[in-house]
T-cell receptor, first 110, second 113 residues
Framework: RKEVEQDPGPFNVPEGATVAFNCTYS??????FFWYRQDCRKEPKLLMS???SGNEDGRFTAQLNRASQYISLLIRDSKLSDSATYLC???????????FGKGTRLHILP | DAGVTQSPTHLIKTRGQQVTLRCSPK?????VSWYQQALGQGPQFIFQ???????QRGNFPDRFSGHQFPNYSSELNVNALLLGDSALYLC????????????FGPGTRLTVT
């Protein structure tokens, strides 16, 4: 099993819809979680950290489920500008490994 | 406030050659990490530098080495280039080694022929 797994997509979603995708991780010692966004041929940009209690930033909501070892990202009222690849990042405290998922491609359709 | 900068933007090298990539961290950041991103893949962690020392290392051979200077800027060196080293090389900086939020530079696209 890969350390961090994401559905590669693409997710094709009409503008205004709600979309959600998950990221699973295999190392139970994982302690820090993040979502990054990467536009085509650009660098990744931090979207949001994921806290144990879940957190929200505008239209974006991140959740952590430690029992099932996954994190999720929910995008409400999707915009054309949300089209990008979303990367899940997991970091472990013990050996301080930083692991990126392969990313999930999202296409918002007009 | 300048973000993370990298140079050069693009580079073409021949198999067997050596390459040096450069990175300047975001102002106020003292920790620099390097990643390799192949097409269609997520970034893979190469190593992290803090206080001019390699703090952590991913699963990359010794052909990959680095350096951090007193001004926190960093270099990534790759020796004996292989075709498989062709990728986007990303540098990321953070406020300190214990702060996990990273800011990425635009990357250097390396092509090995």
């Amino acid at each position: 099993r890969k350390e961090v797994e994401q559905d590669p997509g693409p997710f094709n979603v009409p503008e205004g819809a709600t979309v959600a995708f998950n990221c699973t991780y295999s190392n139970s010692a994982s302690q820090s979680f993040f979502w990054y966004r990467q536009d085509c041929r650009k660098e990744p940009k931090l979207l949001m950290s994921v806290y144990s209690s879940g957190n929200e930033d505008g239209r974006f909501t991140a959740q952590l489920n430690r029992a099932s070892q996954y994190i999720s990202l929910l995008i409400r009222d999707s915009k054309l500008s949300d089209s990008a690849t979303y990367l899940c990042v997991v970091r472990t405290w013990r050996d301080d490994k930083i692991i990126f998922g392969k990313g999930t491609r999202l296409h918002i359709l007009p | 406030d300048a973000g993370v900068t990298q140079s050069p933007t693009h580079l073409i090298k021949t198999r067997g050659q050596q390459v040096t990539l450069r990175c300047s961290p975001k102002s106020g950041h003292d920790t620099v990490s390097w990643y390799q991103q192949a097409l269609g893949q997520g970034p893979q962690f190469i190593f992290q530098y803090y206080e001019e020392e390699e703090r952590q290392r991913g699963n990359f051979p010794d052909r990959f080495s680095g350096h951090q200077f007193p001004n926190y800027s960093s270099e990534l060196n790759v020796n004996a280039l292989l075709l498989g080293d062709s990728a986007l090389y990303l540098c990321a900086s953070s406020l300190s080694a214990d702060v996990y939020e990273q800011y990425f530079g635009p990357g250097t696209r390396l092509t090995v022929t």
